[in-house]
DNA sequence: TAGTTTTCTTGCCAAATGGCAAGTATTCCT
DNA sequence: AGGAATACTTGCCATTTGGCAAGAAAACTA
């Protein structure tokens, strides 16, 4: 199971840890559009992208949609804040395709938390790292002009270029989908 | 002493534990332009700033430089990443005007965390908490214009608005201090 | 305080981006 | 497959921002 390999990158879970995990998570599919949190809800599951993409956006002060955070294979999905701060979503996370994972609820984390002793540690670096990546790639955008906004974007993640619709990844990036439109012309024609 | 204050929010510290941090840090001043922490050294300490202001720049991959935050009175100062993870830091970190700041070093960091049990705790809950704002705010930095960004600049920082130079605020907001200049005026012309 | 350096402002123009309308392509649904 | 909805492209023009040069203002230094 994925999942498995996602944490145990230092082997160090015994096969019954193993079992554990297995026994007590949910393998869900979620049709592209759906929501897996929605804005205003508290989030009770964290989930494990086995394929498709989704995508975090909330609406900012004038009311426009920003899409801030893509998620996708082999990585986790979940309003962090909101599962572990017990507080409503800020913003909702929708599948961009349709998607698999595999779901974690609060009971059998607290379960995984209670038994298995890296698994808190071992979650809570790669949340790090992902938040960590992601303030940076953001910094980097921000003394980026569009061209070079998208050309990261492609470096950083070349995957999701080509799958995620073009008005996600323009907001994302903070230009307009007409910019990034003739932008993706512009790179073609090189 | 202000960095008491600033950790003792829930006023659970003994008056032990508060000499004990009074008799282990030192009170530094550091002159305008000098350095706190230089870009490839691992960082050994962290600041408290009790005067002043400092900005932490790095240079992206055209060799610009990139002030990328600032760090005023009653906030912590110091590359987090180096001191934690005991790796040489990304960026420099710089007075922006003379600052007076309290040390705590590697010995008395350790110290403190052995012997004030929620020091640790604490202490990372509110470098997080700078974390996640700081993270915010460059978001809504991605979708502003120029004027905007300024705005929203001044509204979030309003004390570093004035006190730190223009060159400094428009590379974080990742605009020229010409575009800056001419913001200002035709803000203050209202 | 006079001279020097640094920082900031301003004018001019070029380039990049946005806004909008219309049209095209693609996807979705039954 | 046919029609509807959604997503994308393109042209036109307005606006914003950048780049650069020159000069003004402020800060620093001796």
Chains 1, 2 share one sequence.
């Not at 938390?113 to 910094?139: M, Y």
Request: glycine letters at 4%; hydrophobic letters at 40%; proline letters at 3%.
């Amino acid at each position: 199971m994925k999942l498995i390999d996602f944490i145990n990158t230092n082997n160090q879970l015994s096969d019954i840890e193993k079992e554990l995990i297995v026994n007590n998570v949910e393998v869900r599919t979620i049709a592209n559009k759906d929501y897996f949190v929605k804005s205003g809800t508290r989030s009770n599951e964290i989930g494990f992208v086995t394929s498709g993409i989704f995508r975090y956006f909330f609406y900012d002060g004038d009311g426009n949609e920003v899409t801030s955070h893509f998620m996708a294979e082999d990585e986790l999905v979940g309003s962090i804040t909101s599962f572990f701060e017990f507080t409503p979503s800020a913003g909702s996370i929708q599948a961009v395709t349709d998607c698999e994972l595999i779901i974690i609820n609060r009971d059998s984390w607290d379960l995984f938390c209670s038994e298995i002793p890296q698994w808190e540690t071992s979650i809570q670096k790669k949340i790090n790292e992902v938040i960590l990546r992601k303030a940076n790639f953001q910094r980097s955008l921000i003394n980026s002009d569009a061209k070079n906004a998208y050309l990261k974007f492609m470096n950083t993640f070349p995957s999701l270029a080509q799958r995620v619709p073009l008005n996600y990844i323009a907001s994302y990036l903070g230009i307009t989908p007409f910019s990034l439109s003739r932008i993706r012309k512009a790179i073609a024609s090189l």
